[in-house]
Nanobody, 116 residues
Framework: VQLQASGGGLVQAGGSLRLSCAAS?????????MAWYRQAPGKERDLVAR???????NYEDSVKGRFTISRDSARKTVYLQMNDLKPEDTGVYYC??????????WGGGTQVTVSS
């Protein structure tokens, strides 16, 4: 599975960005769970939002009410709509893909920088 993430950039606090991650390849099936992780400078990679096999979603507490994760009808592209961005949202955002047999894959990451 190949994951192509895009949509990062530089934005002022209070602004919005929409990240996309497209899964491709023979092993990229529609039965999956996909997620976005964030790695801030000098910190570990942490879960930001996840959409599960049945469409259930969960979010890291600091982004609840501001971020929304969704996917397209083919279930191979996941989006992260980020509103009311804060400087602490800055980091590299990585897309993650988990298939039904437990194999997981990481995308290359996209940089999000929020200026105050």
């Amino acid at each position: 599975v190949q994951l192509q993430a895009s949509g990062g950039g530089l934005v002022q606090a209070g602004g919005s960005l929409r990240l996309s991650c497209a899964a491709s390849g023979r092993s990229a099936t529609a039965v999956n769970a996909m997620a976005w992780y964030r790695q801030a400078p000098g910190k570990e990679r942490d879960l930001v939002a996840r959409i599960g096999f049945t469409g259930d979603t969960n979010y890291e507490d600091s982004v609840k009410g501001r971020f929304t994760i969704s996917r397209d009808s083919a279930r191979k592209t996941v989006y992260l709509q980020m509103n009311d961005l804060k400087p602490e949202d800055t980091g590299v955002y990585y897309c993650h893909y988990l298939n039904r047999v437990g194999l997981n894959y990481w995308g290359g990451g996209t940089q999000v920088t929020v200026s105050s």
